[in-house]
């Protein structure tokens, strides 16, 4: 296996950043041919999704989240910004991990779709992402 942490400033403000490009740049430097990719965010306020990106799909993520899980005090989970205990939830909607396939060194995604970490937490601007690439 070869892994790979990335970090990614995300800054103070709602984020759906996209990690394609790194992704391919990490399987290009492993030497992927055909395998497994991982993608692991280690915190508990960030989740990954697979979307379209450019369309719009990443603002009307972020503004679904938004009326989902408001920011306001309903949230037991109390320390930092105010609704900071909504970003706690966010990882049991958008998972911590995602799997693709590697194929002939390149990710098995569909034309549209992007690797995306998904930050609503704005009190933690710098986020780490593992890559990870089990080659088959």
Not at 18 to 45: C, K, Q, S
Not at 51 to 65: F, H, K, M, V
Not at 68 to 84: A, F, Q, V
Not at 110 to 119: E, I
Request: hydrophobic share 40%.
């Amino acid at each position: 296996m070869v892994s790979e942490e990335l970090e990614i400033r995300t800054g103070g403000i709602e984020v759906v950043y996209d990690l394609t490009a790194e992704i391919e740049r990490f399987l290009t430097g492993a030497g992927a041919t055909d395998g497994l990719l991982n993608v692991w965010v280690p915190h508990a306020t960030a989740g990954l999704a697979v979307i379209e990106t450019g369309s719009g799909s990443d603002d009307d993520l972020l503004a679904q989240l938004r009326e989902l899980l408001p920011k306001d005090d309903r949230w037991r989970h109390r320390h930092g910004s105010p609704g900071h205990g909504r970003d706690h939830v966010l990882p049991a909607l958008l998972p911590p991990s995602a799997s693709v396939p590697v194929l002939d060194g390149r990710t098995a995604l569909g034309t549209w779709q992007s690797v995306c970490l998904v930050d609503t937490n704005i009190d933690n601007p710098v986020r780490k992402v593992r890559l990870s690439y089990l080659a088959g």
